[in-house]
């Protein structure tokens, strides 16, 4: 049975998973207009539906455990981008809370003894690995590509076969 605490925590990280998956929606609404963009917003279509799918793991969990999951209110996400390179460093920092409030609950876990959420949460911990990693490089590949269009081309081009979250 989950502690009141690691309830609240975990329903917290709903929460957070659930703006990501607004966040990056929204991302993708945005690529989804720009002109020559379709690798990037069939990725961020796809990073949405990842994040809503972290977002039903937890709540499965949470319900499980004998807790509430509570299904959250949303703010609107920020809808327009000055650039390509702008979104991609939002993923980026989006991803970093991420990770910091993962192990904020790993943390929780352990000092709780509740070990099973401790287990539970160690999946998180390698998607956020893997994530803030695919996130570095596309931010280190578009520094790299800077104006140059042949370049975005090819970024867009290599995204849709970059893995994406959740490989
Ligand atoms: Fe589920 Fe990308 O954090």
Redesign the pocket.
């Known amino acids: 049975m989950l502690s009141k605490s690691m309830q609240d925590a975990l329903n917290k990280q709903v929460l957070m998973?659930a703006q990501?998956s607004q966040a990056y929606l929204a991302m993708a609404s945005w690529a989804d207009i720009q002109p020559g963009l379709k690798g990037v917003t069939q990725f961020f279509f796809k990073h949405s539906d990842?994040?809503r799918m972290?977002m039903l793991k937890l709540i499965h969990y949470i319900n499980d455990r004998g807790g509430f999951a509570v299904v959250p209110a949303l703010a609107q996400p920020v809808l327009t981008f000055v650039s390509l390179k702008s979104a991609f460093e939002e993923l980026l920092n989006h991803?970093l809370a991420?990770s910091s409030s993962i192990n904020d609950l790993v943390d929780s876990a352990l000092k709780e003894k509740d070990y099973a959420t401790h287990n539970f949460l160690q999946w998180y911990v390698m998607?956020?690995m893997e994530?803030e990693s695919l996130a570095r490089e596309c931010n280190d590949k578009l520094e790299l590509i800077g104006d140059d269009k042949s370049g975005l081309y090819l970024f867009d081009r290599d995204i849709v076969s970059m893995g994406g979250?959740g490989k």
């Open positions: 998973e990501s990842e994040e972290h991803e991420v998607e956020q994530e979250p």
